[in-house]
């Protein structure tokens, strides 16, 4: 049960439908699984989540899209201030400089500890220090914990993010699975999930695609939403060169799907060949949820995904290399037992370390950690360096 009074507010975009965002899953998650505190979070006016153990706010007022972001975030600063119950800010944002001066700034006119949790690699960490809103600082992967380190911020720690656990579809669903998709029923299938700007992994997987079915006779699914023309533009040039190259059978394009763990559940390989991070959580939500229905997995072996490849859990290739990412893919197809070792190793690895459940807790002891000190005056300890 939740504690009367320990109430944690959480200050991130709009925790809402739809569930596209892994910024967001990730608060909804931490929030909801919270065991010693009750966990407050921000949404558009109307919005109602269904989960009783999160309470919400509507700071973000009335959802449109002419909505300044700036407006939008500076409406974050009243928010804060109004709080009359709340015992500790937990803010997941990216390193933002006016952001993080708002919250810092009305944080400390109410007395409260804040803790800042990235929901992304920064781009560069030069004079990053202005940009952290409280501390201790969460990094998402050690990886980013490194480079706050070496800049000078003290006081990070590593909490990695956390997915909600399930049990497996049933075999039994797997062929209707299939016929709702319109995917052949007897062809191994290789899933990207992902997005097509930011970076090239959309094109690398489409050039490595003529080269598998020299291999292997499979299935190609590509679940990229399409956000904006841009987005729409780049799928029409895969679609066309798929197209020039005589596959075009062979590939499902999907933009909005209601479940992608039917789609991993109908995969044999999933592939996240990302060259850049950009705009993206450090490590991916959707490509820790495949892992944990049992999906062999190849990435591109660039930090911080080079932190699974180290784990031994995944297979790294080289960023925009379309050979080296189809040898990887054909070897998981045509070796069973590769990929096997490979889908059961990624499985115990996100069970292990990326259960939201557990991740909740660890947020729970760093909360009593926080809270403990915050009652020491002058005590100084969490102080960004």
Excluded at 43 to 50: C, I, P, R, S
Excluded at 355 to 365: N, S
Aim: proline share 6%.
């Amino acid at each position: 049960m939740s504690t009367p009074g320990r109430r944690i507010l959480y200050l991130s975009a709009p925790v809402e439908p739809p569930w596209t965002r892994s910024d967001k899953n990730l608060v909804r998650g931490v929030a909801g699984n919270l065991q010693k505190y009750r966990g407050c979070v921000l949404t558009h006016a109307g919005v109602t989540l269904g989960d009783a153990n999160i309470e919400t706010e509507s700071a973000w007022g009335t959802r449109a899209g002419s909505d300044t972001p700036l407006n939008k975030r500076l409406g974050l600063f009243g928010q804060l201030i109004g709080q009359r119950e709340t015992s500790l800010v937990h803010l997941f944002w990216p390193a933002e400089f006016v952001v993080a001066n708002v919250v810092r700034t009305a944080a400390r006119m109410r007395g409260l500890p804040v803790i800042h949790t990235l929901v992304r690699a920064p781009r560069t960490t030069v004079g990053i220090k202005q940009a952290l809103a409280g501390s201790p600082v969460v990094c998402l992967t050690q990886e980013t914990q490194h480079r706050l380190i070496a800049e000078g911020v003290q006081n990070t720690l590593w909490i990695p993010p956390g997915i909600a656990l399930q049990a497996p579809i049933p075999a039994g669903d797997l062929a209707g699975i299939r016929r709702k998709y319109r995917i052949p029923l007897d062809e191994q299938v290789v899933i990207y999930a992902g997005d097509y700007r930011h970076s090239n992994a959309a094109r690398t997987f489409a050039a490595a695609m003529p080269r598998i079915l020299r291999q292997s006779d499979c299935h190609f699914i590509l679940a990229c939403r399409i956000r904006d023309e841009e987005d729409r533009a780049e799928e029409a040039r895969i679609k066309e060169a798929i197209t020039a190259d005589g596959i075009a059978h062979h590939v499902t394009f999907l933009n909005e799907v209601t479940s992608l763990r039917e789609l991993f559940a109908i995969a044999a390989v999933q592939v996240f060949p990302a060259d850049s991070h950009h705009e993206k959580m450090d490590l991916p939500m959707v490509l820790l949820e495949g892992m944990a229905e049992g999906l062999a997995t190849v990435v591109a072996q660039k930090p911080p995904l080079t932190e699974l490849v180290q784990a031994g859990v995944v297979i790294g290739v080289p960023p925009m290399n379309p050979v080296s990412l189809a040898v990887a893919v054909t070897e998981l197809l045509t070796r069973e037992d590769r990929r096997i070792q490979f889908a059961e190793a990624g499985q115990r690895h996100v069970q292990k370390r990326h259960d939201i459940k557990l991740v909740a807790a660890q947020y729970e002891e760093l909360y009593d950690e926080v809270l403990a000190v915050a009652k020491r005056p002058r005590s100084g300890a969490w102080g960004i360096g």
